[in-house]
């Protein structure tokens, strides 16, 4: 069965860290980009962060910039989000994605279940 | 930013009709449009991209359409199970970014 499945969510105050896993299962996790994307509680879905199937490269949404490192582990079919300085507006479900494998086309066919990051004091 | 407005922000249909959702870009994003079904306490489900071709699995009641700038999702004869949030996103250009999604509820 093609799963992933997220770790790593949990309560932390203004200005700490976390570290989100994202555990790939069913496919070949080396061959697929790899994203995460955002829910506040009540909100839509937002974009946060991609990154290319050898981890040589990354792309980040302005809100994120600087403060998020996306990386992966191919050999363990991970994927992670390090979160530092963390801001209350953060606060949301971290879901991870899989891209579509065509190249060009970020379109998220396969979705994990979810974890929840709260940010509060 | 590319920013996607989605039209209405509920939907209320009865089983058995038709319902039609919008999705428009502030700039063209070419077909570049993919549309997600999301239920209550659910991760979001791919049911259209490029922007007409179902996903793997997806009913046929389901359709897409548009170019440019706008782009219209269409369930041609709503299920039960259809009751949900609809999510437009555009893969254009960075930032990826989706719309603020419509709610459809049993009328």
């Known amino acids: 069965e093609v799963q992933l499945v997220e770790s790593g969510g949990g309560l932390v105050q203004p200005g700490g860290s976390l570290r989100l896993s994202c555990v790939a299962s069913?496919?070949?996790?080396?061959?697929?980009?790899m994203h995460w994307v955002r829910q506040a509680p009540g909100k839509g879905l937002v974009w946060v962060s991609r990154?290319?199937?050898?981890?040589?490269?990354?792309t980040y949404a302005d809100s994120v910039r600087g403060r998020f490192t996306v990386s992966r582990d191919n050999a363990k079919n991970t994927v992670f989000l390090q979160m530092k300085t963390l801001r209350v507006e953060d606060t949301a479900v971290y879901y991870c994605?899989?891209?579509?494998?065509?190249?060009?086309?970020?379109?998220?066919?396969?979705w994990g279940h979810g974890t929840m990051v709260t940010v509060s004091s | 930013e590319i920013v996607m407005t989605q039209s209405p922000a509920t939907l209320s249909v009865s089983p058995g009709e038709r319902a039609t959702f919008s999705c428009r870009a502030s700039?063209?994003?070419?077909?570049?449009v993919a549309w997600y079904q999301q239920k209550l306490g659910q991760a979001p489900r791919l049911l259209i991209y490029?922007?007409?071709t179902r996903a793997a699995g997806i009913p046929a009641r389901f359709s897409g359409s548009g170019s440019g700038t706008d782009f219209t999702l269409t369930i041609s004869s709503l299920q039960s199970e259809d009751f949900a949030v609809y999510y437009c996103?555009?893969?254009?250009?960075?930032?990826?970014?989706f719309g603020g999604g419509t709610k459809v509820e049993i009328k």
């Open positions: 994605a899989r891209a579509v494998p065509w190249s060009g086309e970020e379109v998220f066919d396969i």
């Open positions: 069913g496919f070949p996790f080396a061959a697929y980009r």
């Open positions: 990154v290319n199937t050898d981890d040589n490269g990354a």
């Open positions: 700039q063209s994003v070419g077909s570049n």
């Open positions: 490029g922007p007409s």
């Open positions: 996103q555009q893969y254009n250009d960075w930032p990826l970014t």
